[in-house]
């Protein structure tokens, strides 16, 4: 009986080395991912484009789109609307020491464009449709 449980314990042994190894290699690649998460993360585009999309101003389930977006500081963000009914992008509150900003009336196909100065988060809504509503997110 020993001489065939020693084989046994052997190549339990080596499985548990190989396990550990793999244990070790699982750690060091989590770390190299994590790595490379932070890295892709702390830079922000210099631009960012919203749309108001067809039938925004009748279909209280869309919104500007995206409702979200973030820019580095000193970066624009320009609104596009491809709605017929007319739309407004006014600013409802503003960091700090930043210019609040209302595009007025703007008809089918208008574009307005706002360039972020001071870092912190903006919130808008349109004057017209209170479901409609977004947040642009300026970056240090
Ligand atoms: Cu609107």
Redesign the pocket.
């Known amino acids: 009986m020993i001489r065939i449980v020693a084989p046994v314990l052997i190549v339990l042994a080596i499985g548990a080395g190989i396990g550990l190894a793999g244990v070790g290699l699982s750690q060091v690649l989590g770390w190299s991912s994590a790595l490379s998460m932070s890295n892709s993360s702390t830079s922000a585009p210099q631009t960012a484009s919203v749309s108001?999309p067809r039938d925004?101003?009748t279909v209280q389930s869309l919104n500007f789109e995206p409702a979200t977006v973030t820019i580095a500081k000193g970066g624009k963000v320009t609104w596009t609307n491809n709605?017929p009914?007319?739309?407004?992008v006014s600013s409802t509150s503003v960091p700090s020491g930043a210019q609040s900003f209302d595009s007025g009336n703007m008809a089918g196909n208008a574009t307005y464009t706002v360039t972020f100065t001071v870092d912190g988060t903006y919130y808008y809504n349109?004057?017209?449709?209170i479901w409609?509503h977004g947040t642009v997110i300026v970056t240090g």
């Open positions: 108001m925004v101003g709605d009914l007319a739309h407004t349109c004057a017209y449709h409609m």
